[in-house]
């Protein structure tokens, strides 16, 4: 199973926040989403993020 995390048409509703980073990459106390799906599921998590992000948080497994 493939695990893909990706940016919805609301990203902007957290646009102070996302400026520089996916928003499946904000912290919520000691981890991100990616880091809280690969520890529940044990499986790598990939993200789609917008197009300007992808070089640095995308699609790499992490």
Known sequence: MTIILFEDE???YFATLVQARPIFE???G????RERVVALLG??????????LMPHFGPAGG
Do not use: E, I, K
């Open 26 to 28: 904000l912290r919520c």
């Open 30 to 33: 000691a981890f991100t989403t």
């Open 43 to 52: 499986r790598p998590a990939y993200g789609l993020a917008r197009s300007h």
């Open 10 to 12: 609301r990203w902007p």
